[in-house]
């Protein structure tokens, strides 16, 4: 139990007791395997939505950029749909919505379903504008050089955007670990429903569990931040 | 189809094989959207009763008085988002560093912390309750996070206004409040414009989030709808297409206004915690 050796004032002063250590920031460190599985949690609702959602949003941006009219439309349909639908309405609508219809994969699964269907039109945004960066004249000149398709793309086309694409993809992974906290509402004990439990099991210690779920996200923000900086310098011409 | 960077122009070949590739793919969409209405059909999910609600005048009063809730909550955020804005991303651009640094640490905070936490954090610090201190959690979440993002559109506006623009001010004696006032700012505005609505279309969205703290907003009436008809599936499209319809004319009207006022000046804000070149943030030309 936090802090089960101080006494609590009617108003959020401490009483110090003699048992032991008393300053507030106990309830971080005796709930520290409730916060560790929670952000085990918004990791893994990260990744397996992070990495679908890459897949995903790039088969449509293929659409969306490829020669054939009607998977063009079909994708920018997708992409307006989803995008402008919030995330929360989104997750209603699978989590609690989609077992309706025979489809139940379980909680886990359905938000990161509900995660994968809403980043990844961002993500193919993201992609879209990489290679809409280009200019039409690189292809011009690589193709007046007598390279080929294949070399065009390998060659010329697909590192200049990969390099563009890097900056707008972070964004997106950035965003998603924030919206990770939104399958805290449908069924998922990851970091803000641990959030609110503590907050409702010790309301007097609101800042100290306030900051330091807060410092995880930074933290899972900061080493993405920082690894799309290591690969933009990576890839970086001259 | 405008020349590309990935293909040549098709020729009659190419043509008869991206017209075989159309017909296959659509078939192959329809088949998909067929499926789905297919077992809408079979789970019962067109049934009147479900369906219903949303023409009763009970039930639209309900979702009524929640848009107009949710509303009246983005209209209070993108105004204090915009003070907070203007307040933080100039205090980015201070000469003076206990100006600059404070103003950096708050802004990169609240991009990088989750809205939902910030307004459930909010919530049981003014006492979580339905009604009035829910709205209000939800609103100062919604103020600190697009306040943040908003900040970083401001510094980058004000960036992309030409260097000669403020060093003739200077020149003809300006001081530095005057030469922000009047020569940056206004200029800085139009080219923030845009992101200042696409940010609109943000807020917008997670104003959703009033359902986590119960607060009255569409979502929250969405949900006292499909407790009582058990229709999730209907009440999410129905707010779907609400949200669908208030974004896009939003998006259209960001687009407007690039035209109009910003031309070929546009905003990108980077990534929380940039310290890289990106972090500039814009793309003058």
Request: charge should be positive.
């Given at each position: 139990m936090a802090g089960a050796s101080c006494e609590r004032g009617p108003s959020t002063t401490l009483i110090i007791t003699t048992k032991g250590r008393c300053v507030p920031m106990d309830v971080l460190i005796d709930n520290a395997d409730r916060l560790l599985d929670a952000f085990v949690v918004t990791l893994r609702l990260f990744l397996v939505s992070g990495t679908l959602s890459?897949?995903?949003?790039?088969?449509?941006?293929?659409?969306?950029?490829?020669?054939?009219?009607?998977?063009?439309?079909?994708?920018?349909?997708?992409?307006?749909?989803?995008?402008?639908?919030?995330?929360?309405?989104?997750?209603?609508?699978?989590?609690?919505?989609?077992?309706?219809?025979?489809?139940?994969l379980g909680y886990f699964n359905m938000n990161a379903l509900a995660l994968t269907m809403y980043t990844s039109t961002f993500v193919c945004e993201a992609l879209r504008s990489g290679v809409n960066s280009i200019p039409l004249g690189q292809a011009e000149a690589a193709r007046s050089l007598g390279l080929g398709f294949n070399q065009t793309m390998t060659q010329v086309i697909l590192p200049q955007s990969f390099r563009a694409v890097v900056p707008p993809v972070a964004s997106v992974l950035i965003a998603l670990t924030k919206n990770t906290s939104l399958c805290s509402i449908f069924g998922m004990a990851e970091a803000t429903a641990a959030m609110k439990g503590l907050l409702n099991d010790n309301p007097a210690d609101l800042w100290w569990i306030f900051l330091g779920i807060a410092l995880g996200y930074i933290v899972i923000v900061e080493l993405i931040s920082a690894a799309a900086g290591f690969l933009e310098r990576r890839w970086r011409i001259a | 189809m405008a020349a590309s960077v990935l293909f040549d122009a098709p020729g009659p070949k190419?043509?008869?094989?991206?017209?075989?590739?159309?017909?296959?793919?659509?078939?192959?969409?329809?088949?998909?959207?067929?499926?789905?209405?297919?077992?809408?059909?079979?789970?019962?999910?067109?049934?009147?009763?479900?369906?219903?609600?949303?023409?009763?005048?009970?039930?639209?009063?309900?979702?009524?008085?929640?848009?107009?809730?949710?509303?009246?909550?983005?209209?209070?955020?993108?105004?204090?988002?915009?003070?907070?804005?203007?307040?933080?991303?100039?205090?980015?651009?201070?000469?003076?560093?206990?100006?600059?640094w404070p103003a950096w640490a708050v802004v990169e905070f609240f991009r990088a912390v989750p809205l939902l936490m910030i307004i459930i954090a909010t919530w049981y610090f003014v006492g979580p309750q339905?009604?009035?201190?829910?709205?209000?959690?939800?609103?100062?979440?919604?103020?600190?996070?697009?306040?943040?993002?908003?900040?970083?559109?401001?510094?980058?506006?004000?960036?992309?206004?030409?260097?000669?623009?403020?060093?003739?001010?200077?020149?003809?004696?300006?001081?530095?409040?005057?030469?922000?006032?009047?020569?940056?700012?206004?200029?800085?505005?139009?080219?923030?414009?845009?992101?200042?609505?696409?940010?609109?279309?943000?807020?917008?969205?997670?104003?959703?989030?009033?359902?986590?703290?119960?607060?009255?907003?569409?979502?929250?009436?969405?949900?006292?709808?499909?407790?009582?008809?058990?229709?999730?599936?209907?009440?999410?499209?129905?707010?779907?297409?609400?949200?669908?319809?208030?974004?896009?004319?939003?998006?259209?009207?960001?687009?407007?206004?690039?035209?109009?006022?910003?031309?070929?000046?546009?905003?990108e804000v980077s990534a929380v915690g940039a310290v890289t070149d990106w972090s500039t943030g814009t793309a003058v030309q």
């Open positions: 890459l897949v995903f949003g790039t088969v449509l941006a293929a659409m969306r950029v490829g020669p054939v009219s009607i998977l063009n439309r079909a994708g920018a349909a997708y992409v307006t749909i989803f995008r402008n639908t919030p995330l929360l309405v989104l997750l209603l609508f699978v989590v609690f919505g989609l077992p309706k219809l025979g489809l139940n | 190419t043509r008869a094989r991206h017209r075989l590739y159309a017909a296959v793919s659509g078939a192959v969409l329809a088949l998909i959207i067929g499926l789905m209405l297919w077992q809408f059909w079979r789970k019962g999910q067109f049934a009147v009763e479900f369906w219903e609600p949303f023409v009763t005048p009970r039930i639209i009063n309900v979702l009524l008085e929640g848009l107009f809730q949710t509303l009246r909550a983005a209209a209070f955020a993108i105004l204090g988002a915009l003070v907070f804005g203007l307040f933080f991303g100039s205090g980015k651009l201070s000469n003076h560093r206990l100006v600059r339905s009604g009035g201190n829910a709205f209000w959690s939800l609103v100062v979440g919604l103020v600190l996070y697009n306040g943040a993002v908003l900040a970083e559109i401001v510094r980058a506006g004000i960036n992309a206004v030409p260097k000669g623009q403020s060093e003739a001010a200077y020149a003809i004696g300006m001081g530095k409040s005057q030469v922000m006032r009047i020569i940056l700012l206004p200029q800085a505005i139009k080219i923030m414009l845009p992101a200042i609505i696409s940010q609109t279309v943000v807020a917008l969205k997670d104003t959703s989030l009033g359902y986590a703290v119960l607060a009255p907003v569409l979502t929250y009436s969405g949900k006292l709808v499909f407790n009582e008809f058990r229709n999730t599936l209907q009440t999410a499209f129905v707010i779907a297409i609400l949200y669908i319809i208030a974004n896009v004319a939003l998006s259209y009207l960001a687009t407007w206004a690039q035209k109009r006022y910003a031309g070929e000046n546009k905003i």
